[in-house]
C-alpha cells in the first residue's frame, strides 16, 4: 500500500539555495548573480533571479549551472535594486521545468516572488483548498502553493499578518526568501530545520541560506533567522524588521547540513561548519579510532572530519591514553586525487553509472597507500557506492588493510526535507548491519559516529535537531513515518494557528 510517506519522497523536492538582497542604490541583480555562484553546491539544476524595479517585476529562471544560465544581457535587463534568487538542487531523472524558481506571479495583491528550500508536508492539502477556492496551479511543486495562499491571505490582510496566516497553515521545513513588489522578506519554519542567514552589506541587506555567500558580498554577517521568524528587509536598504510570529519549545536543525551539505566556510546556526566538522573527526577518533601507517580522507567531504581525526589521534592512542614523546600518531597524507570536473555522483540516475563515476573521480596516490595500512575518512555512508569503489582502488593500489571511518552514524532513513539522500530500498545501512556494510565494501574495519557525538560537535540537544535520517523519526508529520515528538520532542502550538488573531 502507498503511504502518503512514499507520496512526499517521490513528490516534488526543494533541496536548494534561496538568497535575497535590498540595495540602497544599486542594481541588485549582479550581487543575487554573485551570492548564487556561493550557493552553488547547494543546487545545479536551474538557477533564477527574480528583481524588482519600484514598478514591475523582473524575471529570468534558467536550466544549469549558475554560470550558465546568466548571460551579460540577462543581469542588465534584472533592472531594481531588490530582488530574490534560487538555485535548485538535482534529482534523478528530469527536470521539471515548472518548478524550477524563482517563482513569480502577479495577482490583485501585488507581484510575488518566491525562492523555498526545503519541504513541506501538506502542500497537496492546502492545495486541494486552493484549488477549491478557484485558484488555478500551472506547477505541481510546493512553492506555488506558498504563493497562492500568501497572495490570497494579502488580499484582506497586512503583510505580518498574511505571512503569518500563511505560516500557520504550510506544515513542514521551509526557508524562504519572497518579494512582495519591491520588499524581500526572509521567513524560516518554526522548527528552523533549513538555514537561513542575514547579513549586512556596504549599502543593503543581504538574507541567504549560508553565509559563504555573504562573504562573497564582502558583507557581515548579522545572525541567522529564527526558527519562526519573519525578516523584512527595508526596500530602501537601509535595515530590516524582525517579527517572531511562531514560537515553538525545541528546532529541529538539519545536522546534515553540518555534516555534509553546508559549504565549509559557513556559518550555520551559530556553528562554522569546517570546526564542526574537524570536531566530529576529533570524536570519531575518540570512539573508534584505530591505528593505522596514514589515514586520509575522501576529498572533498571527507577532509574536515579526517584532519580533526589525525589531530586527535597525535594526543591520545586508540585506547585513549596519552601519546609517548616520540609518537605521532596517525600520519595524515592525501591518498586520494579528485578530478573536480566531475560533477557529484548522485547526479548519476543509474547504479552502474554511479559506480563509474566513483572511478572517474577518484584515484589514489599509490606512494601514500602501497604496503601500508591506510584509515580512509568520509563523512558518510549512503548507498555504500563511493567506500565499495574505494576499499577495492587502494587495495588495488598496493594498501595492506583498509579501514573505513565514517564522520556521521548509519543513515538508515530518507530525507523528506530538503536532502536528496535516497530511498530507503536504496540506502545501505536500512536493512543491513555494520558488519555485513563492512563486508559489502570489503574493508578490513568500518566504524560510524554515534548520534550522541553528532549533537555533542553541534553543541546541542538531541531535542533540537531533525535526526530523521538517522533515527528514522522526523520532526514533522509524514505519513507512514515516525514522528519523534512522541519519542523526545515536547512542542508546544505545533499546529501553528496564528495565536493571536
Ligand atoms: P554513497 O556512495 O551512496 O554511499 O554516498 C556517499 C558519498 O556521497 C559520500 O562521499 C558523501 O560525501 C556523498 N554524499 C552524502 N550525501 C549526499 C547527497 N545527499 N548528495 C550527494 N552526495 C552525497
Given at each position: 500500500?502507498?503511504?502518503?510517506?512514499?507520496?512526499?519522497?517521490?513528490?516534488?523536492?526543494?533541496?536548494?539555495?534561496?538568497?535575497?538582497?535590498?540595495?540602497?542604490?544599486?542594481?541588485?541583480?549582479?550581487?543575487?548573480?554573485?551570492?548564487?555562484?556561493?550557493?552553488?553546491?547547494?543546487?545545479?539544476?536551474?538557477?533564477?533571479?527574480?528583481?524588482?524595479?519600484?514598478?514591475?517585476?523582473?524575471?529570468?529562471?534558467?536550466?544549469?549551472?549558475?554560470?550558465?544560465?546568466?548571460?551579460?544581457?540577462?543581469?542588465?535587463?534584472?533592472?531594481?535594486?531588490?530582488?530574490?534568487?534560487?538555485?535548485?538542487?538535482?534529482?534523478?531523472?528530469?527536470?521539471?521545468?515548472?518548478?524550477?524558481?524563482?517563482?513569480?506571479?502577479?495577482?490583485?495583491?501585488?507581484?510575488?516572488?518566491?525562492?523555498?528550500?526545503?519541504?513541506?508536508?501538506?502542500?497537496?492539502?492546502?492545495?486541494?483548498?486552493?484549488?477549491?477556492?478557484?485558484?488555478?496551479?500551472?506547477?505541481?511543486?510546493?512553492?506555488?502553493?506558498?504563493?497562492?495562499?500568501?497572495?490570497?491571505?494579502?488580499?484582506?490582510?497586512?503583510?505580518?499578518?498574511?505571512?503569518?496566516?500563511?505560516?500557520?497553515?504550510?506544515?513542514?521545513?521551509?526557508?524562504?526568501?519572497?518579494?512582495?513588489?519591491?520588499?524581500?522578506?526572509?521567513?524560516?519554519?518554526?522548527?528552523?530545520?533549513?538555514?537561513?542567514?542575514?547579513?549586512?552589506?556596504?549599502?543593503?541587506?543581504?538574507?541567504?541560506?549560508?553565509?559563504?555567500?555573504?562573504?562573497?558580498?564582502?558583507?557581515?554577517?548579522?545572525?541567522?533567522?529564527?526558527?519562526?521568524?519573519?525578516?523584512?528587509?527595508?526596500?530602501?536598504?537601509?535595515?530590516?524588521?524582525?517579527?517572531?510570529?511562531?514560537?515553538?519549545?525545541?528546532?529541529a536543525h538539519c545536522f546534515f547540513e553540518h555534516v555534509y551539505f553546508a559549504r565549509p566556510d559557513s556559518v550555520i546556526d551559530e556553528e562554522l561548519v569546517y570546526e564542526v566538522r574537524r570536531n566530529l573527526g576529533r570524536k570519531l577518533w575518540e570512539e573508534a579510532g584505530v591505528e593505522t601507517d596514514v589515514v586520509m580522507p575522501v576529498p572533498d567531504s571527507?577532509?574536515?572530519?579526517?584532519?580533526?581525526?589525525?589531530?586527535?589521534?597525535?594526543?591520545?592512542?586508540?585506547?585513549?591514553?596519552?601519546?609517548?614523546?616520540?609518537?605521532?600518531?596517525?600520519?595524515?597524507?592525501?591518498?586520494?586525487?579528485?578530478?573536480?570536473?566531475?560533477?557529484?555522483?548522485?547526479?548519476?540516475?543509474?547504479?552502474?553509472?554511479?559506480?563509474?563515476?566513483?572511478?572517474?573521480?577518484?584515484?589514489?596516490?599509490?606512494?601514500?597507500?602501497?604496503?601500508?595500512?591506510?584509515?580512509?575518512?568520509?563523512?558518510?555512508?549512503?548507498?555504500?557506492?563511493?567506500?565499495?569503489?574505494?576499499?577495492?582502488?587502494?587495495?588495488?593500489?598496493?594498501?595492506?588493510?583498509?579501514?573505513m571511518r565514517i564522520g556521521a552514524p548509519q543513515i538508515i532513513a530518507p530525507c523528506y526535507f530538503g536532502i536528496d539522500m535516497a530511498t530507503r530500498e536504496e540506502l545501505i545501512a536500512a536493512d543491513k548491519t555494520t558488519e555485513e556494510i563492512r563486508q559489502h565494501i570489503d574493508a578490513d574495519s568500518l566504524s560510524y559516529l554515534s548520534i550522541d557525538a553528532?549533537?555533542?560537535?553541534?553543541?546541542?540537544?538531541?531535542?533540537?535537531?531533525?535526526?530523521?535520517?538517522?533515527?528514522?523519526?522526523?520532526?514533522?508529520?509524514?505519513?507512514?513515518?515516525?514522528?519523534?515528538?512522541?519519542?523526545?520532542?515536547?512542542?508546544?502550538?505545533?499546529?501553528?494557528?496564528?495565536?493571536?488573531?
Amino acid at each position: 500500500m502507498e503511504s502518503r510517506g512514499d507520496q512526499v519522497a517521490e513528490g516534488p523536492r526543494e533541496k536548494c539555495g534561496v538568497v535575497g538582497v535590498t540595495l540602497e542604490d544599486r542594481a541588485a541583480a549582479r550581487p543575487l548573480y554573485y551570492a548564487l555562484y556561493a550557493l552553488q553546491h547547494r543546487g545545479q539544476e536551474s538557477a533564477g533571479i527574480v528583481t524588482h524595479d519600484g514598478f514591475q517585476q523582473h524575471s529570468h529562471v534558467e536550466r544549469g549551472l549558475v554560470g550558465d544560465a546568466f548571460e551579460e544581457g540577462d543581469l542588465e535587463s534584472l533592472t531594481g535594486s531588490t530582488g530574490i534568487g534560487h538555485v535548485r538542487y538535482p534529482t534523478a531523472g528530469s527536470l521539471d521545468e515548472s518548478c524550477a524558481q524563482p517563482f513569480s506571479v502577479s495577482f490583485k495583491s501585488g507581484s510575488l516572488g518566491l525562492s523555498h528550500n526545503g519541504n513541506l508536508v501538506n502542500a497537496a492539502e492546502v492545495r486541494e483548498e486552493l484549488a477549491e477556492l478557484g485558484h488555478a496551479f500551472t506547477s505541481d511543486g510546493d512553492t506555488e502553493v506558498i504563493a497562492h495562499d500568501l497572495a490570497r491571505n494579502l488580499l484582506e490582510e497586512d503583510l505580518v499578518r498574511a505571512v503569518k496566516h500563511t505560516m500557520g497553515r504550510i506544515h513542514g521545513s521551509y526557508s524562504l526568501t519572497i518579494m512582495h513588489d519591491d520588499t524581500v522578506l526572509g521567513v524560516r519554519d518554526p522548527k528552523g530545520n533549513r538555514p537561513l542567514c542575514i547579513g549586512k552589506l556596504e549599502d543593503g541587506y543581504v538574507l541567504a541560506s549560508e553565509s559563504a555567500a555573504i562573504d562573497t558580498l564582502d558583507g557581515e554577517l548579522v545572525r541567522d533567522v529564527r526558527p519562526g521568524e519573519l525578516v523584512v528587509l527595508n526596500p530602501d536598504g537601509t535595515g530590516f524588521d524582525s517579527y517572531d510570529l511562531i514560537e515553538e519549545e525545541n528546532s529541529a536543525h538539519c545536522f546534515f547540513e553540518h555534516v555534509y551539505f553546508a559549504r565549509p566556510d559557513s556559518v550555520i546556526d551559530e556553528e562554522l561548519v569546517y570546526e564542526v566538522r574537524r570536531n566530529l573527526g576529533r570524536k570519531l577518533w575518540e570512539e573508534a579510532g584505530v591505528e593505522t601507517d596514514v589515514v586520509m580522507p575522501v576529498p572533498d567531504s571527507g577532509r574536515a572530519f579526517a584532519s580533526g581525526y589525525a589531530d586527535a589521534a597525535g594526543e591520545t592512542t586508540a585506547d585513549g591514553e596519552p601519546r609517548g614523546q616520540d609518537d605521532d600518531g596517525v600520519e595524515f597524507a592525501e591518498g586520494l586525487m579528485k578530478n573536480r570536473y566531475v560533477g557529484r555522483t548522485f547526479i548519476m540516475p543509474t547504479q552502474d553509472e554511479r559506480e563509474r563515476a566513483v572511478r572517474l573521480k577518484l584515484n589514489p596516490i599509490k606512494s601514500t597507500v602501497e604496503g601500508k595500512s591506510v584509515t580512509i575518512i568520509d563523512d558518510s555512508i549512503v548507498r555504500g557506492t563511493t567506500s565499495n569503489q574505494l576499499v577495492k582502488l587502494v587495495k588495488d593500489a598496493g594498501a595492506e588493510e583498509v579501514h573505513m571511518r565514517i564522520g556521521a552514524p548509519q543513515i538508515i532513513a530518507p530525507c523528506y526535507f530538503g536532502i536528496d539522500m535516497a530511498t530507503r530500498e536504496e540506502l545501505i545501512a536500512a536493512d543491513k548491519t555494520t558488519e555485513e556494510i563492512r563486508q559489502h565494501i570489503d574493508a578490513d574495519s568500518l566504524s560510524y559516529l554515534s548520534i550522541d557525538a553528532v549533537a555533542d560537535a553541534l553543541d546541542s540537544s538531541r531535542a533540537d535537531l531533525c535526526l530523521g535520517c538517522v533515527t528514522g523519526e522526523y520532526p514533522f508529520d509524514v505519513d507512514g513515518e515516525a514522528t519523534d515528538r512522541d519519542v523526545q520532542r515536547p512542542v508546544v502550538g505545533s499546529d501553528a494557528t496564528p495565536a493571536d488573531d
